[in-house]
């Protein structure tokens, strides 16, 4: 396996049920978010890609856009087609509604991968977030595909049938969704103005820091 480099996922296939738009066309200042959170991605990865419904729905780059095998079967189809394509087999993903990226927490999910983990999530509390988790090939993938033959997509279940690290972290650490259209214009409330200076916790390191190469 090639555990010394990484790609980053951004997961921007869903439907966005809940909040009544597509939420993967959503502006933050004079960009997409999903323009931002490849920036954010650049930083440590060595590779991003983005799980789309539509090819070249953003046409971002340097950015391969890949669309789910397993049709219709919710964030695990969109692991599972990350996985398929990634060029390395430490893999972060994320998801395309979660616009403050923590970049030192994504780091420290990494980590537990050099540490015998096959998966890491954070957790605060009773609440976990597995739409921010990293995650180590094959043993991940040929779960999500096994699952996905059984058309169970439940992602918690993907976890709990690997070896997964489990990150305890701060309140203020853990990942913001938005779920729905307030989550988005509270959002735009309130980091639109100091935008430079919100655009991703960067309290960690660069990418030439996180591998051991």
Known sequence: MNTTKTTAIILAGGKSSRFGADKTTLPWGNRLIIHHLVEACNKFADEVLIISNQQNKFAIEGVREISDIFKEKGPLGGFH???EAARYDKIFFTACDMPLFNLELAQKLLTQLDQGAEAAIPRHGERTEPLFSAILRPA??????????????????FFQQLNTSYLECQEEDFQFNLNR???YQSFLATYTTNLSSNLSNEKGNTKGDTHNE
Do not use: H, P, S, V
């Open 81 to 83: 087609a990350g996985m």
């Open 181 to 183: 259209q307030e989550d």
């Open 140 to 157: 991940a993938l040929n779960t999500a595909t096994a699952m996905l033959q059984q058309d169970n997509r439940r992602l918690m279940d």
